[in-house]
């Protein structure tokens, strides 16, 4: 595959990613204003979707006017752009598996309603439509560079940030409504439960990392099957 095509592709797959992620950002804030604020607005923001996919937007940008250059000009794609789209992708990329393998069967089966909600209005664009194409994009097309394997845990470094400042948050105030995801309390009652909280912190980089490899690989394969 010629590099403008690449470069062409680049231009599209960070446009659309962006354009997606904030039309669902705009769609959950303005919603959250037209009902008069259905969560406290210091958890408005607690939400790793929404951070997520704020973080997508702001990296596709980045990219965007890269492929931008590198499509009217003839410019590289620099390396840190690549390892930044990882970081981005890997983000997003759990935000959507989480919502299909953890929270539509342990939340959706309780209430159809909440699990509808999972995939509809600004859920759609930030839970599917966003994550899919960031990741098919990346996986398949954003191949400029030959990312070192060594680099890969760089991709998990937001992630224990959010991890980090959420459970801090959850613990400090000792409130459970602040749990948004259920990770740090016990379901037979309203208590904080320390056990699950520590599995959450050492499960959810690991799987990060996993996914973060996965995109890696990915990436690689494409690049040897489309870079001759």
Known sequence: MK??????LGIIINACTALFSLAGILWYY??????????????LNFYFTVNSNIFL???????????VLAYLKDKDIPYWVSI???TAV??????????VFFLTPVFGSQDINLMISFYT?????????????AMVGFALFEIHNVIKFKHIWIAIVPIIIYETIYMSFVFATGNLHYDLYGFAHSYEGDTLHVGRAIVSIIAT????????????????????????
């Open 57 to 67: 937007v702001i990296c596709s940008i980045i990219a965007l006017v890269f492929y």
């Open 205 to 228: 980089p690991i799987i990060s990392f996993g996914l973060a490899t996965l995109w890696w690989y990915l990436n690689k394969l494409s690049r040897k099957r489309f870079i001759k």
């Open 121 to 133: 209005k600004a859920s759609f664009f930030m839970h599917v439509l966003s994550p899919i194409t």
């Open 90 to 99: 890997t983000a997003v990329s759990l935000t959507f598996f989480t919502t």
């Open 3 to 8: 590099k403008k095509t690449l470069d062409l």
């Open 30 to 43: 303005i919603s959250q204003l037209c009902i008069k604020m259905e969560v406290e607005p210091e958890v």
């Open 84 to 86: 930044m789209k990882l």
